[in-house]
Nanobody, 118 residues
């Protein structure tokens, strides 16, 4: 079983940047697609970005394209999300997860809160 711990969230003004980190333990994730997701109160958790196991392919939700960058370091079992030009609508709790068959695979971690003020 893999454990996921997200960090790096915080309060930032619109236009600012944050870098989120996700640490995985319990098993290696080097063979898996990894993804970032986000959730706001009263809404379903939504896809933000994914990255293939070797990092050669990435995919982004339309509203974050050109602003967010997903990356990974398999040697450290880490996944990152660089978020630039943040907007108030990016405010959410952000989660990472393994992605199998296009769906989140492991149990969710506690997430990290990102709040963007206008």
């Amino acid at each position: 079983q893999v454990q996921l711990v997200e960090s790096g969230g915080g309060l930032v003004q619109a236009g600012g940047s944050l870098r989120l980190s996700c640490a995985a333990s319990g098993r290696t994730f080097s063979g898996y697609v990894m993804g970032w997701f986000r959730q706001t109160p009263g809404k379903e958790r939504e896809f933000v970005a994914t990255i293939t196991w070797n990092g050669d392919l990435t995919n982004y939700e339309d509203s974050v394209k050109g602003r967010f960058t997903i990356s990974r370091d398999n040697a450290k079992n880490m996944v990152y999300l660089q978020m630039n030009s943040l907007k108030p609508e990016d405010t959410a709790v952000y989660y990472c997860n393994l992605v199998v068959g296009g769906r989140p695979f492991a149990s969710w971690g506690q997430g990290t809160q990102v709040t963007v003020s206008s």
